[in-house]
């Protein structure tokens, strides 16, 4: 039974179920497929995964060097997906999955926990919500380990449900949440799900009989879960279990000041799930002891919290995006008539709009007509050379109209504009990949970069040099050439050298002779040169 039975429900019948599933999953798979790994996340962390076939699964390795950033439990499973799925795409694309996956999983948890909490009206509004919600647009949609924490953290709040009525069956999901948390980003992934578990417990309704044998279930699950991968590490090499183990106390230990860039990430990558969850947290204002209100008001505090004293970063604020999207859940059908409409309104213009510009820029692209607009796309991408995809033209035919059909024949609900508006997200979006994803891979990828280089060593097996070369052009050049480079410690016999440098920077180096220089397309910042060392 729900905590808290609504007077609004969203139609909840079995064909409502099947729409929300069917956006939930054009939403998902929209954006993973038909593009080259990008910098910088998306390279990174499909380099790791693919090193795993070239080296091994147990630690994580960009071009063969060791990379301890987090544990590996997302390029397990990106590595896995790629080997089962290489066969009939692309393996980057098969790998990305993975995200896919994960992602899934997040909004299932949502729409049990939201359905658990404000009843099955929310559990459909809140997988609805989180797909409407602008930080978690791309990093849903990019090879990311921080969607394994936002699962494992969904999983703990569930968890921290099934406590009350049930607590060592509680303990055990909360602990595998926890579980889930530190294997997506390491000890930083467990503060904000560990800390909420550990202040429900002050609420009367969390101190039950068997809250302690609950609690010591909740630390073996998640020790268990935890441990043995460390351990093998220990096993394989203690350097790089020390290697990883000083950077996870790091991580526990950074924090920031807080800044005006904290406030302006959060303004726009928590829309529009902040202010509805200010709106349910208003009407419920005599009621935030209760438990449905205050686990996820504890859950968001704790995890904005956490967002304010560290990097204002993406990635530091999506925990806070989990307990304020299932706060948002029950607020967006509670919303009274002007603000709905409001709301309803803002979302249908603002979406109309955007899909228009998306055509006429897909339109510029394909046909370079209208010059002007055209313009503006051929400066960023030179060399950029359109094709024309029928299934992506009828893919984005097909979203226009149902985004003009769900505008006409949406009936009028409470919920009618949160419906509409991850409706209006997920039309955007498809549109974006159907007619401009080419031109955006052509400037994101580093496949032509690493063709240069290909071409200029052609033959050559030795080692090769680096300088300022970063993680994702390294992670880079292996994947689309095999191109793997050593520091400058151990290149005393290496012929060539690759240096990352700003462009226009001195390109003479004592020693070394300049045989190339390459960017990525329209690239006017970054500059990749390969050096043969001067005999």
């Not at 995964?49 to 301890?68: C, E, Q, S, T």
Request: contains cysteine.
């Amino acid at each position: 039974m729900p905590f808290l039975t609504q007077r609004k429900d969203l139609p909840t019948t079995r064909l409502a179920q099947l729409g929300v599933l069917a956006l939930c999953a054009i939403w998902l798979l929209a954006g993973v497929f038909g593009h080259d790994p990008w910098k910088n996340d998306d390279a990174l962390h499909l380099g790791a995964a693919f090193g795993m076939n070239k080296d091994n699964w147990l630690v994580p390795r960009i071009a063969g060097d060791p990379w301890l950033a987090s544990p590996p439990l997302y390029h397990w499973v990106a590595a896995l997906c790629g080997k089962l799925f290489g066969w009939l795409m692309p393996w980057h694309d098969a790998a990305r999955l993975a995200s896919s996956v994960f992602a899934a999983a997040l909004l299932a948890m949502l729409a049990r926990t939201a359905s658990t909490l404000f009843g099955p009206s929310a559990g459909l509004a809140a997988p609805m919500m989180a797909i409407g919600t602008l930080g978690l647009l791309v990093p849903l949609h990019d090879a990311q380990p921080a969607i394994v924490t936002l699962t494992g953290f969904a999983v703990t709040l569930f968890g921290l449900l099934q406590w009350r009525q049930r607590p060592v069956h509680g303990g055990l999901i909360v602990g595998a949440g926890i579980g889930l948390c530190f294997l997506g980003t390491g000890l930083a992934g467990t503060v904000v799900p560990a800390t909420v578990t550990a202040l429900v417990q002050l609420h009367p309704a969390w101190r039950t009989q068997r809250n302690h044998a609950a609690g010591l279930v909740a630390l073996a699950v998640a020790a268990m879960m935890a441990f043995p991968w460390p351990w093998l590490l220990h096993q394989h090499s203690s350097v790089l279990f020390d290697l990883w183990w000083f950077a996870e106390l790091g991580n526990l230990s950074a924090h920031e000041s807080f800044t005006l860039r904290h406030l302006e990430l959060m303004a726009w990558a928590s829309w529009p799930v902040l202010p509805l969850a200010l709106w349910t947290v208003w009407l419920e204002r005599r009621r935030l002891w209760q438990p449905p209100t205050l686990l996820p008001l504890t859950a968001a505090l704790v995890a904005l919290l956490h967002f304010l004293v560290n990097d204002p970063k993406l990635t530091s604020l999506l925990p806070a995006l989990v307990p304020l999207t299932l706060l948002a859940a029950t607020g967006a059908g509670r919303l009274k008539r002007g603000a709905a409409n409001a709301f309803d309104w803002f979302g249908m213009m603002t979406f109309t709009l955007l899909s228009g510009l998306i055509w006429l820029g897909g339109i510029a692209i394909l046909t370079g007509e209208p010059a002007r607009v055209a313009k503006n796309f051929s400066k960023p991408a030179p060399d950029f050379v359109a094709m024309l995809s029928v299934p992506a033209l009828l893919l984005a035919i097909a979203a226009s109209v149902g985004w003009i059909v769900v505008m006409v024949r949406t009936p009028r609900s409470p919920w009618r504009a949160a419906a509409r508006w991850s409706v209006g997200m997920t039309t955007v979006w498809v549109l974006l990949i159907a007619l401009w994803l080419p031109w955006i891979d052509h400037g994101k990828t580093y496949r032509s970069v690493s063709v240069d280089f290909s071409q200029a060593l052609a033959g050559y097996d030795g080692c090769i040099a680096r300088r300022n070369l970063g993680l994702a052009q390294r992670a880079s050049l292996d994947y689309f050439s095999g191109i793997r480079t050593v520091s400058r410690n151990h290149a005393q016999h290496c012929r060539f050298m690759i240096v990352q440098a700003r462009q226009g920077a001195e390109k003479t180096l004592p020693g070394w002779r300049a045989v190339l220089a390459t960017s990525r397309p329209g690239d006017k910042s970054e500059e990749m040169r390969l050096y043969r060392r001067a005999d």
